[in-house]
């Protein structure tokens, strides 16, 4: 359960983060109300290494930068460590570095994922990675 309300509030957070980030661009955020909404895709990667130390850590959130952003369809890209101060009894704690990409399109998304940049990061960094856990959803704005 603990699981679940984790990742639903993730999805749901990732949804506000791109609300802001196109409010931020345009000064406004608005959907046509006649047209149906198509869905972009959130894709929430969760590391956990086998060497967390703080070096390890960023050294992989600096390869998720380098091989990760601006792919084509990305709306908001971001990779971080666990938040040390975020310690609540609802907080999955069970990572090391989050990954957090919206794409606009399930094109995109699929796109990425064959991507050689998408590739040469997994090549490079899966020595160190204990788990790995993926959430992915399709959302909507409204």
């Given amino acids: 359960m603990k699981r679940i309300v984790a990742g639903t509030a993730l999805a749901c957070t990732c949804a506000v983060v791109f609300q802001v980030f196109q409010l931020s661009l345009t000064g ?19 590391f956990s290494l086998t060497d967390g130390t703080p070096e390890k850590r960023q050294a992989l959130v600096a ?43 399930m094109a995109d998304h699929n796109a990425y994922q064959d991507h050689p940049r998408h590739q040469k990061f997994i090549d490079e960094n899966k020595a160190n990675w204990k788990k790995v856990r993926v959430f992915d959803s399709e959302v909507t704005s409204g």
């Fill in 63 to 105: 390869a998720c930068k380098k091989y990760l952003a601006d792919h084509p369809g990305t709306v908001y890209f971001s990779a971080g460590v666990l938040s040390e101060s975020l310690n609540r009894p609802v907080n999955d704690r069970d990572f090391d570095v989050g990954l957090h990409i919206v794409f606009k399109t």
């Fill in 28 to 46: 406004s955020f608005s959907m046509a109300a006649d047209a149906p909404a198509k869905p972009m895709v959130v894709h929430n990667v969760f």
